[in-house]
């Protein structure tokens, strides 16, 4: 599946130890005993890539005999072991994905406002045969202040996205996903917009058949002001984001089973 390939490869290239190169960037940090290699984002200071240094962010013992769903608790565990650097609490990811690779998992989660999905936000890391988390890569924001609630209905959210299109009812669109994200925008002076939005997918009919090369547009309707935030062409259809039913683990739920 395309989507899948796609979530794959982005959470290859943050996870692997062997596409990112050290360099002066690199800041070396000890961490309750434990030495990291840390990336950071220049903008949000929040860690791009946390790596062990001659030790593993974490062990996975009986790892072979764990559950899917079990696997997919060891996102909440490594940010709460290290929630300090990530500076986000256990509660605020949302599963992504969760799949297997030959004898390897890889495990990316979304970063959450109040339950909603950032846009573009991401913590994922592979898990080797052997249980072991070597490294992790992550998009996240910090202190993040949005909306909590909607102020434009989502009727009147979607007509504005549809009147973006031209020919909208010629082309016969179709609403293929929606969501409501939080959309970040970086702004000069170490600022960051946090709007609330409606996020439409539209695509033509043409475009639904399966040989088909015809995009479509995503539309980010601002929930407080009917603003449209961003329009963007899709090359695909594949979707915004909607995640699987899936909450973090309570707190007492977190102690590792292994």
Same mark, same amino acid.
């Given at each position: 599946?395309?989507?899948?390939?796609?979530?794959?490869?982005?959470?290859?290239?943050?996870?692997?130890?062997?596409?990112?190169?050290?360099?002066?960037?690199?800041?070396?940090?000890?961490?309750?005993?434990?030495?990291?290699?840390?990336?950071?984002?220049?903008?949000?200071?929040?860690?791009?890539?946390?790596?062990?240094?001659?030790?593993?962010?974490?062990?996975?013992?009986?790892?072979?005999?764990?559950?899917?769903?079990?696997?997919?608790?060891?996102?909440?565990?490594?940010?709460?072991?290290?929630?300090?650097?990530?500076?986000?609490?256990?509660?605020?990811?949302?599963?992504?994905?969760?799949?297997?690779?030959?004898?390897?998992?890889?495990?990316?989660?979304?970063?959450?406002?109040?339950?909603?999905?950032?846009?573009?936000?991401?913590?994922?890391?592979?898990?080797?045969?052997?249980?072991?988390?070597?490294?992790?890569?992550?998009?996240?924001?910090?202190?993040?202040?949005?909306?909590?609630?909607?102020?434009?209905?989502?009727?009147?959210?979607?007509?504005?996205?549809?009147?973006?299109?031209?020919?909208?009812?010629?082309?016969?669109?179709?609403?293929?996903?929606?969501?409501?994200?939080?959309?970040?925008?970086?702004?000069?002076?170490?600022?960051?917009?946090?709007?609330?939005?409606?996020?439409?997918?539209?695509?033509?009919?043409?475009?639904?058949?399966?040989?088909?090369?015809?995009?479509? +547009?995503?539309?980010?309707?601002?929930?407080?002001?009917?603003?449209?935030?961003?329009?963007?062409?899709?090359?695909?259809?594949?979707?915004?984001?909607?995640?699987?039913? +899936?909450?973090?683990?309570?707190?007492?739920?977190?102690?590792?089973?292994?």
């Amino acid at each position: 599946m395309p989507i899948l390939q796609t979530l794959l490869f982005s959470l290859f290239l943050l996870s692997s130890p062997v596409l990112v190169s050290e360099g002066a960037d690199y800041e070396t940090v000890d961490y309750k005993g434990q030495k990291l290699s840390i990336l950071r984002d220049p903008f949000t200071k929040a860690p791009l890539i946390i790596r062990g240094i001659e030790s593993n962010l974490l062990e996975i013992k009986n790892f072979s005999k764990l559950s899917r769903e079990e696997i997919t608790y060891t996102g909440p565990i490594v940010v709460n072991k290290y929630k300090s650097l990530l500076l986000i609490e256990p509660d605020q990811l949302k599963l992504k994905g969760a799949e297997k690779i030959s004898d390897t998992w890889y495990v990316s989660y979304w970063q959450t406002f109040q339950g909603v999905i950032l846009y573009e936000s991401s913590l994922g890391f592979s898990i080797d045969s052997h249980g072991r988390i070597k490294s992790l890569g992550a998009i996240l924001y910090p202190k993040v202040q949005a909306p909590v609630t909607s102020k434009i209905s989502h009727e009147k959210a979607l007509k504005i996205g549809q009147k973006q299109i031209k020919d909208y009812k010629k082309l016969r669109c179709r609403l293929l996903a929606e969501s409501i994200l939080v959309y970040p925008v970086i702004k000069k002076k170490e600022l960051i917009d946090y709007y609330r939005v409606y996020a439409f997918n539209f695509f033509p009919q043409e475009a639904l058949h399966p040989a088909s090369v015809v995009g479509g +547009w995503a539309v980010f309707v601002d929930s407080q002001t009917g603003n449209v935030v961003l329009f963007e062409t899709l090359f695909k259809p594949m979707g915004c984001c909607v995640p699987e039913d +899936w909450v973090p683990p309570k707190p007492e739920e977190m102690q590792p089973k292994w």
